[in-house]
């Protein structure tokens, strides 16, 4: 079975720097996909960014960009010029590709503060 | 408003009553899940539907039926609620099953005394 960690139960960045939160994942696929999900206070699962594990070049949105380590299995998320309202519980999850179903996997995840 | 709605999204009830948590979505995404949230454990998949009237269990099913009558709707029902089952409670939909991007509700506060 499939399993997604993340070690980092809280992680506190300065506005403006820039933050890293790690994510190792477990799989025998070849073919999946990762994602970061952020949950603000307000709960609602808001879609970071997304990578398909057959392309080796990483996934960037904006501010957010991933580091990809297939052999590894590892996918960190980095967020660069930290805003006040990045703060929010952040969610490493893992998908296989195709199939009859489509369940996500998901870490346990990490409160990222956001201090000004 | 398009989108995926829950209600109710706070709920307080006794342990051995009947809860029910609605899901609508107006996308009219196939697959629907429901997820429960709860500290050190993340988001778990509790049961899920491919289509209007298929469903399955996901990880934590014990205690909890779901129905899919219609594609739109996708209840989850405690049956007879424990304190155990005191979380938050996402449902959340997904139209291409490749991509596996998942458009979330708001979530439900659930309350078991």
């Known amino acids: 079975a499939q399993t997604v960690t993340q070690s980092q139960p809280e992680m506190s960045v300065q506005e403006a720097e820039t933050v890293t939160l790690s994510c190792t994942y477990d799989?025998?696929?070849?073919?999946?996909?990762l994602f970061w999900y952020k949950q603000p206070p307000s709960r609602q699962m808001i879609l970071v960014i997304r990578?398909?594990?057959?392309?080796?070049q990483n996934a960037t949105e904006n501010r957010f960009s991933v580091n990809f380590q297939k052999a590894a299995k590892s996918f960190s998320l980095k967020i660069s010029d930290s805003q006040l309202g990045d703060a929010a519980m952040y969610f490493c999850a893992y998908r296989n590709y195709g199939g009859a179903t489509n369940k996500l996997i998901f870490g346990t995840g990490t409160l990222l503060a956001v201090q000004p | 408003d398009a989108g995926i709605t829950q209600s109710p999204r706070y709920k307080i009830t006794e342990t051995g009553r009947q809860v029910t948590l609605m899901c609508h979505q107006t996308?009219?995404?196939?697959?629907m899940f429901w997820y429960r949230q709860d500290l050190g454990h993340g988001l778990r998949l509790i049961y899920y539907s491919a289509a209007a009237d298929i469903t399955d269990k996901g990880e934590v099913p014990d205690g909890y039926v779901v129905s899919r009558s219609k594609t739109e709707n996708f209840p989850l029902t405690l049956e007879s609620a424990t304190r155990s089952q005191t979380s938050v409670y996402f449902c959340?939909?997904?139209?291409?099953?490749?991509?596996?991007?998942?458009?979330f509700g708001e979530g439900s506060r659930l309350t078991v005394l």
């Open positions: 799989t025998s696929e070849s073919d999946y996909y």
């Open positions: 990578q398909e594990a057959y392309k080796q």
């Open positions: 959340a939909s997904s139209v291409n099953p490749y991509t596996g991007e998942l458009f």
């Open positions: 996308w009219s995404h196939s697959y």
